[in-house]
């Protein structure tokens, strides 16, 4: 795939320790798509009412109170429902000063979440440590919080979830103020210094802690020692890692509650592997970027609980690949990146749970999709970067329960596309190729229940554009093969729920695009780059309320104009291109 119609592929692994703040919703990235798990925290009140529905009166009382702040000097004598409502109302709009937090002294509040808000420091945690034993829940990850301030948390005695990721003024010798808090049952210190082979001795007494976050924690090496008796815990993620070794997980390898464990991206090998058959429980394991051989799937093929397996990136060849077929219980495994061919997915066959498959660049084919066809309850399927072509479709063409289908950089031609008009459950699609034309979006017009269509690479022109008109539900589109002027955009212009729209590399669409796309207010992400488009249309733009991210690069616009449109317009725009 060549010139402007190309991109490259995003790398699924980022390990660069970077935190990254971009919704990935919004995201060009690779195929892998393996989200396991999340930091437990404790759910706060929300105050953002339903689309179309009018507000409360609490809301509009809050709505006042936010107005006028800075009138009132302590909220301790509200209720502390209503207490927390204002609380969180001035943390989502990003209202809540220094002065403001004052008013919340000794408010009993419950759940204090502060993750990368700006300013947070020690002076904010004595105003949240005043909130004493009825505190359950604190998130200040990013802050400037250092170890005294952490040890003003010693006190409150009833707190269940602790999450500090990327608090780089945290040490060692501060974690030992958390030793106390015996109630904790979630701890979250993703990319922490202080977690070292000593600092984690902190943990040792916490023996009611059920999940245990120390993703990115470079020292942690030997320190699994610590954690024998959290006999509860069920969730241990220690991905990126590069520091764990086949040592480690034999400390742990007797904390038979476990249910997941990630230890991706670390130094552990097939002999580190063996010591998990004890964990009878264990229902996720993700083991990506590991180098194993198909050796490790002896160990694996023990724990018959298991349903979640992430084996993408980890150099696996066809040798050993039988064993896949003793973990009958899968219902999502992962095998990107390795080198299987067809003959591996002979071992898949009798995965009749199994719901998610990601295959992204493996050697296989049409051949090997054969064996495909019995899985009738999957339901995500990534075949991108392999060669899988036409031929190959027809044995998915059972697979009636499929809703999302990753097509991308494959050789599977419009003639092919036919063989998918059955799959009416199909909600994403993903054809990015350029041997895809309009030819290859007519054959898919049964599929009405599609919500998100990748065609970016896909030679799509004006013409094809009429198919569109079929998919009602889109609220994703991507069409950036460079064949579209603003006549195409016309069959656009009324597919109502569209949150996404990339329209980039489509070098003739003009002004008249944007007027075109004025009626799509429910649109959060627009991409018109390498277009004709000037700072004329931006005020085309005015109706988007809810647009987030504007992308116009290599247009005749500046980054001014756009500031302008942002202060006067689109309040809840918060990135743009050129800045």
């Given amino acids: 795939m060549g010139g402007v119609c190309s991109r490259k592929r995003g790398n699924p692994v980022n390990e660069d320790g970077v935190r990254v703040t971009v919704n990935r919703r919004y995201c060009k990235n690779g195929s892998s798509k393996w989200l396991l798990g999340t930091p437990y925290f404790r759910m706060v009140s929300g105050l953002q009412p339903e689309t179309g529905s009018f507000p409360s009166l609490m809301e509009l009382c809050i709505h006042k109170l936010r107005q006028d702040i800075d009138k009132y000097s302590s909220f301790s004598m509200l209720p502390r429902d209503i207490s927390q409502q204002i609380f969180d109302d001035l943390v989502c709009s990003q209202s809540l000063s220094d002065a403001s937090l004052e008013a919340f002294r000794d408010c009993a509040l419950q759940d204090i979440c502060l993750g990368d808000y700006p300013r947070v420091d020690d002076s904010w945690m004595d105003v949240i440590a005043s909130q004493g034993s009825s505190l359950l829940s604190v998130d200040v990850s990013g802050s400037d919080v250092t170890d005294a301030g952490l040890a003003l948390l010693k006190h409150c005695s009833s707190l269940q979830a602790l999450i500090f990721n990327y608090c780089d003024h945290i040490s060692e010798h501060g974690l030992r103020h958390i030793a106390g808090l015996l109630d904790l049952a979630s701890l979250s210190f993703r990319r922490s210094y202080a977690f070292t082979a000593e600092g984690m001795r902190a943990l040792s007494g916490l023996v009611n802690l059920k999940e245990l976050d120390l993703e990115r924690c470079s020292g942690i090496h030997g320190g699994f020692v610590h954690l024998k008796g959290l006999k509860q815990l069920n969730t241990l993620n220690v991905r990126y890692c590069k520091c764990i070794t086949d040592s480690d997980l034999k400390a742990i390898s007797e904390l038979t509650s476990l249910r997941e464990l990630q230890v991706s991206c670390s130094s552990i090998s097939d002999a580190g592997v063996a010591y998990l058959k004890g964990l009878h429980n264990l229902i996720l394991l993700n083991l990506e970027g590991c180098q194993l051989t198909a050796a490790c799937l002896d160990s694996i093929s023990a724990v018959t609980t298991l349903q979640y397996l992430n084996l993408s990136r980890c150099g696996l060849s066809d040798h050993g690949c039988d064993k896949f077929s003793e973990l009958k219980h899968l219902k999502v495994l992962n095998l990107a990146f390795n080198n299987i061919s067809d003959a591996c997915l002979s071992y ?4 009749l749970f199994l719901e998610t498959l990601n295959l ?17 309850h999957l339901k995500n399927l990534e075949l991108s970067d392999t060669e899988v072509g036409s031929a190959g479709l027809k044995y998915l063409s059972g697979l009636t329960n499929l809703e999302s289908l990753n097509l991308s950089f494959t050789v599977v031609t419009d003639a092919g596309l036919k063989k998918l008009s059955g799959l009416m459950s ?60 603003d006549a195409g955009v016309k069959n656009i212009k009324d597919l109502f729920s569209l949150t996404l729209l990339n329209l980039s590399q489509n070098c003739n669409l003009t002004d008249k695009t944007l007027e075109l796309l004025s009626g799509l207010t429910e649109l ?7 277009s004709r488009i000037t700072n004329n249309g931006l005020r085309f733009l005015k109706p988007l309320k809810k647009l987030r991210s504007l992308t116009l690069e290599s247009c005749k616009v500046t980054a001014d104009e756009i500031k302008m449109l942002q202060s006067s317009a689109l309040p809840n725009l918060v990135s743009f291109r050129p800045e």
Avoid: M
């Fill in 348 to 351: 898949l066959k009798g995965l």
């Fill in 426 to 485: 199909l909600k994403s699609l993903n054809l990015d190729a350029r041997q895809i034309t309009d030819v290859g979006l007519a054959a898919l017009t049964s599929l009405t229940g599609l919500v998100h269509l990748d065609l970016f690479g896909a030679r799509i022109t004006d013409s094809g554009t009429q198919y569109l008109r079929c998919f009602k539900k889109l609220e994703s589109l991507e069409i950036c093969g460079g064949g579209l002027t």
């Fill in 360 to 376: 992204d660049s493996c050697g296989i084919g049409d051949e090997g999709l054969a064996n495909l066809s019995g899985l009738i």
């Fill in 524 to 530: 959060v992400s627009l991409n018109v780059s390498n």
